[in-house]
């Protein structure tokens, strides 16, 4: 029994709504569909039916009184007394014509609750031949009834015998579920819009991008969510300006150091050889930028606008200063909106890693749907696909794919990946057609 109902609520919550506006709006008008349900179906079943029945009951007693007094009293020829009560006092026109057959039945409405309660009180309270016509937009019912030697004409209204305000109820009812629907819906606005600056200035955040101009406002609830992001974004900003403060003292004083190192060195050169220790040193130096740009990143970079034809021409540049055949294709704008120089970074990495270990590099780049893809695919060793998570660690570097010999930290692809998700985006490594690694950089811009 559990399992099922769980199975039922799963059915339920894959063709449910996932944004928090459309469900508040479910929350509101389902129980107002439901209570104006159960109350059209009280009001048809009871209400409408009952008095559309009593209604007819009278119309059908009115015209067995008729029939009564046509045959229990002796009538002029021409029926004007009996014709002169019915009008005036029953608000009924009735003709005694002669005793002709009566027509064939006509076509009977699919659902028509007048025509099947007074069919039913005529053949209770009357019980003779008769001939019933209630179709059509009319506002008058004919019903013939035989006599014994004349056929009755009667000639009523539709609301003497029906109850035909229902629409007026009706239309209360939806009139009133849409205004209350409309108050619901602004209020609802009103209350979505301060967590939906919330989120999004949280994603913004989360992408580098200034959120200055958000201000918690809204339910007490969704204020203190705010002023809590608030809070966590200033001691997130503090410790990043403290790393950063910290990593540029200790910069500032290792290259100091290294630079005491050479000027040592150059004043020994003379003495030994010191070709190992200069390739020492220029390794060292290496090595600490390579770590202070994966430890300082670029998250504290303004947005601005980047050429990507300007950096792949530059790229070209590169390949032929390094012997590599390089191709690039563009489809789209070529202008992106990132943070240019962490966007630089992270495509010199990738490609920079291409032309170090390839000898042909292809650029693919799609800009469009606010969705900027880079491919990049080369032909060198590759990575096997177990390993092509682990490369993105930092320090890691595969012996197997990468020769120690070519140099490096192991950090090139950590810093890439982590500028592509601090723009919201993503790097994955697959199998390229050239026998090599493809790349496929994915960031919205």
């Known amino acids: 029994m559990r399992r099922g109902w769980r199975r039922f609520w799963q059915i339920v919550s ?63 020829d021409d029926y004007a007394e009996i014709i002169r009560i019915a009008q005036e006092r029953l608000q009924l026109r009735i003709s005694i014509e002669p005793p002709d057959p009566l027509p064939a039945p006509g076509p009977k409405p ?90 999004e200035a949280a994603e913004s955040f989360g992408k580098g991008r200034s959120t200055t101009d958000f201000q918690p406002h809204g339910a007490e609830e969704v204020r203190r969510a705010g002023s809590a992001f608030l809070q966590m974004r200033e001691r997130i900003e503090r410790q990043i300006e403290q790393r950063t403060a910290m990593l540029t003292g200790v910069s500032h004083d290792l290259r100091t150091i290294l630079t005491r190192f050479k000027l040592q060195l150059a004043v020994a050169r003379n003495k ?71 966007f630089s970074r992270l495509l010199g990495n990738v490609i920079g890693n291409a032309f170090r270990y390839a000898s042909n590099v292809r650029v693919t780049a799609y800009h469009g749907n606010g969705t900027l893809t880079v491919t990049v695919e080369d032909d060198g060793p590759g990575i096997p696909p177990d390993k092509r998570e682990e490369v993105f660690k930092p320090f890691v570097r595969l012996d197997i794919a990468r020769n120690q010999d070519k140099g490096g930290t192991g950090l090139g692809l950590s810093i890439a990946r982590d500028i592509a998700r601090s723009h919201g985006g993503d790097i994955v490594l697959e199998s390229s057609e050239t026998g090599g690694l493809r790349v496929i950089i994915r960031v919205p811009a």
């Open 272 to 342: 030994a050889d010191i070709k190992a220790l200069d390739a020492d040193i220029d390794e060292m130096r290496s090595m600490l930028e390579g770590y202070l740009a994966f430890a300082r990143g670029e998250a504290l970079e303004d947005p601005g606008k980047f050429d990507l034809a300007a950096f792949f021409s530059k790229m070209e540049e590169e390949a032929r200063l390094r012997g590599c055949a390089f191709t690039a294709s563009l489809t789209g704008d070529s202008e992106v909106l990132v943070r240019p120089n962490a």
């Open 14 to 76: 894959r063709y449910m709504p996932k944004r928090l506006y459309a469900r508040s709006l479910i929350i509101v008008i389902a129980p107002m569909i439901l209570l104006q349900s159960v109350i059209a179906f009280v009001f048809m079943e009871r209400h409408w039916q009952m008095v559309t029945q009593r209604l007819s009951q009278a119309v059908t007693r009115d015209i067995a009184a008729i029939i009564d007094v046509i045959e229990s009293y002796p009538q002029e």
């Open 110 to 199: 699919f659902f028509s609750l007048l025509d099947q309660t007074l069919t039913e009180e005529i053949t209770r309270q009357i019980n003779r031949p008769f001939w019933l016509d209630t179709v059509g937009n009319s506002n008058i019912i004919e019903i013939r009834i035989q006599l014994e030697d004349s056929v009755l004409r009667v000639f009523a209204r539709r609301g003497q015998a029906y109850a035909s305000n229902t629409h007026i109820f009706l239309l209360w009812m939806v009139g009133t579920s849409l205004v209350l629907l409309a108050i619901a819906v602004a209020f609802l606005r009103n209350q979505i819009r301060p967590i939906l600056q919330l989120a």
